[in-house]
C-alpha cells in the first residue's frame, strides 16, 4: 500500500516535473522564436539599407560617369576652331596642314584624358579621315549603324557595350557630331571616341565597399525579349554581352530591373540562387543596376545565432527545475549581450553610411518639417558651417530670393520632388548659387517629416554661361558694325572721288596740246589711279551688300539665272571665242539676283584666265543629301595649290593688273553670297590644266 503511494507520489512528482519541464520548454521555445522573429527583423532591415544606399551610390556614379564623358567630348565637339580645322581636313581637296594641326588636338586631347583609347573623324558617310593613334583597325558595325541618326540629329550619342568585330573585346563609343559655322550649319562630321570599359567602368561597377562573399553589382539593359548583362559578373568573368535571361523569367532580379521594377526585391539569381537585390534604373541611359546578396550570406549571422539560442535551450531543457532561475537569469544575459551586440552592428553600419556620403561631392542635407537643418554629410558642413545643424535653413539665403515659396509644395504633400536654384551664402561670406533637389521624407507612420535635399555648386557654370552669351552678343554687335562701316565708308567716298576724276579729266582736255609728255603722262596716271580706287570702292559696296542686302530665299531656276549671267557677258565670251556648256541644272532655294551674280563672277574668271586654247566652260550640279553642289568648269590657266589660302580673300590678286585686270573681289563676293544661303564653296585647280569652282546650296 505505501509502495502504491509512494508510486503514485513519484508518478505526481515526475507529471509535476514533467508539466514544469514542458511549459519550461515552451517557455523557452517561445522566447527563441521570439528573439530569432526580432534578430531577422532587425538584420533585413539593416541589409536593406545597406543594398539601398550602395544601389543609389552606384547610380550615382554611373550617372556622373556618363556625364563626364559627354563634357570630355564636348571639349573638341563644341570648340568652334576645331570644328573649322575638322572642315578644312574633310572638304575637297583636304588640307594637309589642318590635318597636322588636327592630330596635334587629338594627340593633346588622348593625353588629358586617358579613357578614350581610340579617337577617330569621320565623314557623314561612315568613311574614317583621320584617327589617334594611327593607323586603327576598321570601325566597328555597332559603331557605324550609330552613324547615320548622330549625322541626322547632330546631337551626341553613346554607342553602348559592343563587342569590337576584330578583338571582339567589349567598348563604349561615344559619337559626337561636329558643326560647321553658324546656327543651323550641317554636320561636316562625327568624331568617335572609344573607351575600354574594363579598365575605365567596370571597376568602378564590380567595386563592393565593404567585405563579403557573394554580393556583387550588376549591369543590365533589355535587349529584345532578355535582360543582357553587361558587365563581367563574380561567378561568371565572360558573362558580358554574353548572358542573357528571357524576361519570362519574372523571379530574376536583372528582368525585374529590365521590365522598370525599382527597389528592394528577392528572387533567384543568374546561378538559380535565391538572392536579395535592390535594382534601379540609371537615369538618360538604358541602363540598370542590380545590387544583390545571396540570401545565405544575408542571413548567416542569424543561423549561427539561431544555433547558439537552440543549444542554450538544450541545456535549460536538461537542465532541473531547480536551475530554471539560473537558466533564465542566463539567457537574459545572453539577451542584452545581442541587444548591445545588435546596436553596436548598427553603429558600424551608420558609419559606413555617413563615410559613404561625406565622400560624395555634392552637398546632402536634411530639414525638419519647420525647415531647421538636422543632418548635413562633409561636402555640406564645409560650405555651411559645422555649426549649421540647428539652425533655420532661412538663415544662409541671400536676398529676397523666392525659394520657400518653391518648395512649400513639397511640405505640403503636393509634389514629391523640387527642383530649385538659390544663393546661398557660404561660411566663409561668399554668395555661390547652388543648384537644390529637395525630395519629401516620410516617418515609419507615412507623415511627412521633412526633406533630404542634394545641392551642386553651379556659380561658375551659370557665369561661364553668362560670359559666353556676352561674348555672342558682342560678336554679333561687332560684325554688322563693321558691315555697316564698309558699306557708309564706300558710299560716302564715291562722291569726292569723281569730283577728282571729273577735274582730272578736264585737266587733260582742257590742256591737251599745251603740256609736255611728261605732264601728260602724270595727268594719265591720276586718271588711272582715281578710275581704280572708284572701281574699289564699288567693289567693296558691292561685297557689304552681299551678306546683308540680298533678297528673299524663293525657288529659282539655277538654268535660268546661268543664261542670265551668260547674256550680261556676251561681248567678252564672242571676243574670246569661249564655248560654255551644261547639264540640266535644278530648282534651288535662292536669291535669284545673287545666284546670277556668282555665276556671273566664276564665268567672267573663266573667260579672263585662259590659256592659249579658247576658253571651255562647263557647268553641272550634283545632288547630295542635303544640298545640291553646282561646279563651274574651265581650261584655263589654272591656279597654284600654294595660293589656295588667298583664293576667296577680299582684294587678293594672283597677278598684276597688265596680265590680267580687275580688283580680285569677285571671287570673295561669291564666298558671301553663299555662306549667305547657308552654303560652302571650294576649288579644285592643277596649273595649266584647269580649275573647277564649286558651291553648295541647302535643299
Not at 559603331?143 to 546631337?155: H, K, N
Not at 571597376?203 to 548583362?229: H, K, Q, Y
Not at 562701316?485 to 564715291?494: K, M, R, T
Not at 580680285?664 to 558671301?672: K, P, S
Request: charged fraction near 25%.
Amino acid at each position: 500500500m505505501g509502495g502504491r503511494h509512494t508510486d503514485r507520489m513519484r508518478w505526481s512528482t515526475t507529471a509535476l516535473f514533467s508539466l514544469g519541464f514542458a511549459c519550461l520548454a515552451i517557455a523557452v521555445a517561445a522566447a527563441g522564436y521570439l528573439y530569432y522573429s526580432n534578430q531577422a527583423a532587425s538584420l533585413r532591415t539593416v541589409i536593406h539599407n545597406e543594398l539601398g544606399g550602395i544601389g543609389q551610390l552606384k547610380v550615382d556614379q554611373l550617372s556622373t560617369w556618363r556625364k563626364e564623358r559627354v563634357a570630355d567630348g564636348s571639349t573638341l565637339s563644341q570648340n568652334p576652331v576645331f570644328a573649322s580645322l575638322v572642315e578644312r581636313v574633310l572638304g575637297t581637296p583636304s588640307d594637309p596642314q589642318a590635318e597636322r594641326d588636327l592630330l596635334s588636338w587629338l594627340a593633346v586631347f588622348a593625353t588629358a584624358h586617358a579613357e578614350w583609347d581610340h579617337i577617330r573623324l569621320l565623314d557623314p558617310s561612315g568613311a574614317t579621315r583621320l584617327s589617334y593613334p594611327s593607323p586603327l583597325p576598321p570601325l566597328s558595325s555597332a559603331v557605324a549603324q550609330c552613324l547615320p541618326t548622330v549625322v541626322e540629329s547632330g546631337e551626341a550619342a553613346f554607342v553602348d557595350f559592343y563587342r569590337c568585330d576584330v578583338c571582339q573585346a567589349v567598348h563604349l563609343t561615344l559619337a559626337l557630331p561636329i558643326r560647321g559655322h553658324g546656327a543651323g550649319s550641317p554636320v561636316l562630321g562625327v568624331l568617335a571616341l572609344r573607351i575600354d570599359p574594363s579598365v575605365h567602368l567596370y571597376p568602378l561597377v564590380t567595386r563592393w565597399p565593404m567585405p563579403s562573399g557573394s554580393a556583387e553589382t550588376l549591369l543590365v539593359r533589355r535587349d529584345g525579349d532578355d535582360a543582357l548583362f553587361l558587365n563581367p559578373l563574380r561567378f561568371d568573368p565572360g558573362a558580358a554581352l554574353t548572358l542573357r535571361i528571357p524576361l519570362s523569367s519574372g523571379d530574376v532580379p536583372a528582368v525585374m530591373a529590365a521590365l522598370g521594377g525599382t527597389g528592394l526585391v528577392e528572387g533567384e539569381d543568374y546561378r538559380g540562387v535565391r538572392v536579395l537585390a535592390d535594382v534601379r534604373a540609371v537615369p538618360d541611359s538604358p541602363w540598370f543596376v542590380v545590387a544583390r546578396m545571396d540570401l545565405a550570406e544575408v542571413y548567416a549571422p542569424l543561423r549561427e545565432r539561431l544555433w547558439q539560442t537552440a543549444v542554450m535551450v538544450g541545456l535549460a531543457l536538461v537542465g532541473t527545475s531547480a536551475s530554471l532561475a539560473y537558466v533564465i537569469k542566463h539567457r537574459e544575459a545572453k539577451l542584452s549581450e545581442a541587444r548591445v551586440a545588435a546596436a553596436e552592428a548598427l553603429r558600424a553600419l551608420a558609419a559606413r553610411h555617413e563615410a559613404i556620403l561625406d565622400s560624395v561631392p555634392d552637398i546632402i542635407m536634411e530639414v525638419d518639417d519647420d525647415k531647421t537643418y538636422t543632418w548635413m554629410n562633409r561636402p555640406g558642413r564645409d560650405f555651411f558651417g559645422d555649426d549649421a545643424i540647428g539652425r533655420p535653413a532661412s538663415d544662409y539665403f541671400v536676398g529676397n530670393q523666392e525659394t520657400y515659396s518653391t518648395v512649400q509644395p513639397l511640405f505640403d504633400g503636393a509634389h514629391n520632388l523640387v527642383y530649385v536654384e538659390s544663393w546661398q551664402r557660404r561660411q566663409d561670406g561668399e554668395e555661390r548659387l547652388l543648384a537644390w533637389r529637395c525630395r519629401q521624407l516620410r516617418d515609419s507612420s507615412g507623415h511627412l517629416s521633412g526633406a533630404l535635399s542634394s545641392a551642386r555648386d553651379i556659380t561658375d557654370l551659370r557665369r561661364a554661361e553668362g560670359a559666353k552669351e556676352r561674348l555672342t552678343l558682342d560678336l554679333r554687335r561687332s560684325n554688322e558694325e563693321l558691315e555697316q562701316f564698309a558699306y557708309v565708308a564706300s558710299h560716302d567716298l564715291q562722291e569726292p572721288l569723281r569730283m577728282v576724276l571729273s577735274y582730272v579729266q578736264l585737266l587733260a582736255q582742257r590742256y591737251e596740246g599745251q603740256l609736255d609728255d611728261k605732264a601728260q603722262k602724270y595727268i594719265a596716271y591720276a586718271v588711272d589711279g582715281a578710275a581704280r580706287m572708284q572701281q574699289l570702292i564699288e567693289d567693296l559696296l558691292l561685297y557689304s551688300r552681299a551678306g546683308t542686302h540680298g533678297g528673299p530665299l524663293t525657288p529659282t531656276d539655277s538654268a535660268a539665272a546661268l543664261a542670265t549671267a551668260v547674256e550680261n557677258l556676251t561681248k567678252r565670251i564672242e571676243e574670246e571665242k569661249a564655248i560654255i556648256t551644261h547639264d540640266d541644272l535644278p530648282i534651288v532655294r535662292a536669291d535669284a539676283s545673287q545666284l546670277v551674280q556668282v555665276f556671273q563672277n566664276l564665268v567672267s574668271n573663266a573667260v579672263k584666265f585662259h590659256g592659249d586654247a579658247p576658253p571651255r566652260i562647263h557647268v553641272s550640279a550634283e545632288e547630295k543629301a542635303r544640298e545640291w553642289v553646282l561646279s563651274v568648269r574651265d581650261n584655263g590657266i589654272g591656279i597654284d595649290p600654294k595660293y589656295g589660302d588667298r583664293v576667296f580673300a577680299i582684294f587678293q590678286r594672283l597677278h598684276t593688273r597688265e596680265e590680267y585686270p580687275g580688283t580680285g573681289i569677285g571671287l570673295a563676293v561669291c564666298q558671301r553670297i553663299v555662306e549667305r544661303h547657308g552654303g560652302r564653296m571650294g576649288f579644285e585647280s592643277e596649273p595649266s590644266k584647269g580649275s573647277t569652282f564649286y558651291f553648295g546650296i541647302p535643299k
